[in-house]
């Protein structure tokens, strides 16, 4: 057997594996939106809901040391009761 069609056989193998993954996939997809799992809450804190300035993402290379930026005026999130003195809405489009 050549290299060439261990290579090709090997590729199919690997598409079917990927097809029958991502239906797998979907049809989960589908029985949690049926049973409403579908909703994910919003990790965004709720000072933070609307605002143009938040970043959210999370920085570090492993679990135990990542820490999520909020933005750039209060890294960790806003912790006052009262609203965020820096907050500005969202851009509003063009029309």
């Known amino acids: 057997m050549s290299g060439t069609s261990i290579s090709?056989?090997?590729l199919l193998r690997h598409?079917?594996?990927s097809r029958c993954w991502h239906r797998h996939q979907s049809q989960c997809q589908i029985l949690r939106a049926q049973l409403g799992f579908d909703r994910v809450?919003?990790?965004r804190p709720l000072a933070c809901q609307g605002c143009r300035h938040y970043h959210g993402k999370a920085y570090g290379l492993t679990r135990t040391t990542r820490i999520r930026l909020i933005c750039g005026f209060h890294p960790y999130g806003?912790?006052?009761?009262?609203?965020?003195?820096?907050?500005?809405g969202e851009k509003e489009s063009i029309s």
């Open 8 to 10: 090709t056989a090997n």
């Open 15 to 17: 598409r079917a594996i």
């Open 41 to 43: 809450e919003s990790s």
């Open 78 to 88: 806003w912790m006052e009761k009262e609203g965020c003195p820096d907050w500005q």
